[in-house]
């Protein structure tokens, strides 16, 4: 009988301890498709006043200023997100040279993950095409 009394109450406090990390799950999750909906809902302009707070005031003036001359270059609207999204993308597959760090993906690594974005793609010549 007491070992049946103590198996019930070590049963109770893990259905107890289970029912409270179910909860604690369930609010983590609620959290995340929150914060999931708020990145989604940023545009180009939100997530500059997000990035810009990390980067150094030269840097954000200078980006600010290239992407407002090219804006007015090229007549359509040029966001400093766009900047560093190409310079990174441009870096990345051309692979001209290594001033910024090592090039650590292979062209054919860079392939498999376009193509995972996009199937249709199929060869580094075709992003490179892209880039220009």
């Known amino acids: 009988v007491a070992v049946c009394k103590d198996y019930k109450t070590k049963f109770l406090q893990l ?49 600010e200023t290239t992407a407002e001359r090219l804006t007015a270059r090229e007549n359509r609207k040029i966001e400093p997100v766009q900047i560093l999204t190409n310079m990174f993308l441009r870096y990345t597959i051309e692979k001209w040279n290594q001033w910024f760090y090592p090039f650590v993906l292979s062209d054919r690594e860079i392939v498999e993950i376009a193509h995972k974005v996009n199937p249709e793609i199929t060869s580094i010549s075709q992003l490179k095409k892209m880039l220009h």
Not at 23 to 52: C, F, G, P, Q, Y
């Open 15 to 63: 259905n107890d301890e289970n029912h409270r990390f179910t909860e604690e799950i369930s609010k983590l999750e609620n959290r995340n498709t929150e914060m999931e909906n708020h990145i989604s809902n940023l545009d180009t302009a939100d997530l500059w006043e997000v990035i810009k707070n990390r980067l150094s005031p030269l840097t954000v003036q200078l980006l």
